[in-house]
């Protein structure tokens, strides 16, 4: 029987043991995917052992997924473009690391959601971990224009300076955002994990303007009340993504892509 698992901490939380078991039994795979804490410090020894015991791959959540760049012996290149890993195969000698993240936001988007990017002006709220991961999915899906914006302001412009020659990026502050309109916008913070929401100015949502949370829960409810008292016609939280996501490292590991809507209508149920 093939071995995963997620590392992470805190990690009980996680909905990724339910998703790959889903995966699993929809697919026939032998499997096991148990969670793992697992602190930053103690990631080197915990990845060494899974190896030696004979995992064959593993997810990484917060707090994990940039420390754990320097313990990959190859990137893939969305995950060098991120700066960050989701996702590790089993190589003989190592681990190589890819981030499913961005193609999961952008499958989640275009396929399940039918919100087309091209042509479309899009914000991207918060400059952490997450926005980095999605910014070149973003960017190669071409929107008309990509605003990132952030409550400190040396961080969208870092991002902004290092993906300027990968597509047009503009960073922003909150409130220089007063007067701009926007067909999506992306909130890519963790605000909504202590109660808060971006404080974004009125009119930001352009007629049919659509919002879209990263998190899901109740992590996502201030944000997405407030993108509804803005004038978004609709509002979508994470879930998909993460689901998406975990399809996507679930296809790397075993060549195989589940299906995805019956695992998300499980989770919502
Ligand atoms: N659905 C999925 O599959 C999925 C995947 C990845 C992440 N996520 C979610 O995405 C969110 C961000 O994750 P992350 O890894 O990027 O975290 P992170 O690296 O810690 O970055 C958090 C970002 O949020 C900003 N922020 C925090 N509180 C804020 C507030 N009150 N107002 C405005 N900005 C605020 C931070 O700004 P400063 O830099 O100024 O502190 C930073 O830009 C989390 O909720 C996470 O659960 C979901």
Redesign the pocket.
């Known amino acids: 029987m093939d071995r995963y698992a997620v590392l992470g901490h805190p990690i009980a939380h996680s909905l990724s043991p339910r998703i790959h078991g889903l995966f699993a039994a929809q697919t026939g795979a032998a499997l096991s995917y148990v969670a793992i804490d697992s602190e930053a410090a103690a990631l080197a020894e915990t990845l060494a052992r899974l190896h030696t015991e004979g995992y064959a791959g593993v997810n990484l ?3 994990l ?2 420390h754990a760049v320097a313990l990959c012996s190859e990137l893939s290149a969305r995950a060098q473009a991120a700066g ?1 890993v ?1 996702t590790l195969i089993r190589h003989e000698s190592g681990w190589r690391g890819d981030n499913t ?1 961005g193609a ?2 952008l499958r ?1 988007l275009q396929h399940n959601l039918g919100c087309k990017l091209a042509g479309q002006r899009v914000l991207l ?10 910014l070149q999915p973003l960017l190669d899906a071409q929107p008309a224009e990509l605003t990132i914006a ?3 302001p040396w ?1 969208p412009e870092d991002l902004a300076a290092e993906f300027k020659d990968r597509g047009a990026l503009r960073p922003c502050t ?1 409130l220089a955002l007063k007067g701009d309109r926007y067909d999506l916008v992306i ?8 109660g ?4 974004l100015p009125p009119g930001i949502y352009a007629s049919g303007g659509r919002a879209y ?4 829960g109740r ?2 409810e201030p944000f997405l009340a407030r993108a509804r008292e803005l004038g978004a016609v609709q509002v979508f ?10 399809a996507e490292a679930f296809s790397l590991w075993r060549g195989l892509r589940p299906e995805t809507a019956s695992v998300l209508a499980a989770l919502r149920s």
Request: no cysteine; proline share 6%.
């Open positions: 959540t917060l707090p997924k940039v960050s989701n993240d999961g936001l989640d709220l918060g400059a952490g971990g997450a926005a980095r991961g999605v952030g409550r400190t961080k909150f909130n890519a913070t963790s605000a909504g994990h202590s808060a929401t971006p404080p949370d990263l998190s899901y992590a996502a939280d994470g879930l998909g993504m993460l689901v998406e996501q975990a």
